[in-house]
């Protein structure tokens, strides 16, 4: 668990991160860096929590190579100097390799296959605990169920920064062939029919609200209202 505190008076802003990071479920390491500096020039600082990394890069990468790029800019408001980092991200498609981008969407998408799986799994149990049984024709519906449920309840949640109906029919097209994999390695035989397959493909939007992905061309890339979160807050001077 990360603990960061920022606090504030009259005169500035002072910001503290702890340093432990976990590896597993019992090793701790006290000498992660989470507390970084945004600008060469300006009292502007970025804490990090969650993720150490997006797409495979450490945050603490790309935070120093956006300082770089912005050399001595200033901005008016601190809320500027968060939209150029983003923004930075956004518009530098060298950064996320293709084959990185493509397997960030299949740990997601498969990562959400099998909760929907265990979930399936944990329902049969449940029923033939109780009836000592279950009918062969009860299998696929309570797939079937399950899968329009979440496709339900995704269905009305609003996307994820920066991602829309295009991008989510373009992201569909593109890696349907990953889709249809992940499928078959997650559910192996069960039966789908046709609708629920296009249920299932829809559910991956659940990995929309978490880190939403665009097409390779304007850079396949994860939005930024996702579990790598960041902090921007002023570290002096009102900013």
Do not use: C
């Amino acid at each position: 668990m990360t603990a960061e505190v920022a606090i504030a008076n009259a005169s500035a802003i002072a910001l503290a991160a702890d340093s432990a990071v976990s590896i597993g479920d019992q090793k701790i390491y006290n000498s992660a860096l989470k507390l970084f500096s945004l600008s060469k020039v300006a009292p502007v600082g970025v804490m990090i929590y969650g993720n150490a990394d997006l797409l495979d890069i450490p945050w603490e990468t790309l935070i120093k190579a956006h300082r770089k790029m912005l050399g001595g800019q200033t901005f008016e408001k601190l809320e500027q100097y968060a939209n150029s980092f983003l923004t930075y991200l956004q518009a530098s498609p060298g950064l996320f390799s293709e084959e990185t981008q493509q397997r960030w969407l299949r740990d997601n998408v498969g990562g959400y296959y099998a909760l929907i799986r265990d979930e399936f799994f944990a329902t049969v149990e449940a029923i033939i605990k109780e009836r000592g049984e279950i009918k062969p024709d009860e299998a696929p519906k309570i797939l079937a169920d399950i899968i329009k449920a979440h496709y339900n309840d995704l269905k009305y949640r609003k996307f994820a920064q920066n991602f829309g109906e295009i991008q989510n029919k373009e992201i569909r097209a593109k890696y349907s062939g990953d889709f249809t994999e992940i499928r078959k390695e997650i559910f192996e035989s069960l039966p789908f029919s046709t609708s629920i397959i296009s249920r299932l493909t829809g559910t991956y939007q659940e990995t929309n609200q978490i880190s939403s992905v665009r097409p390779r061309g304007r850079n396949t890339l994860p939005s930024f209202d996702s579990s790598d979160k960041m902090e921007l807050v002023a570290s002096s001077h009102g900013r």
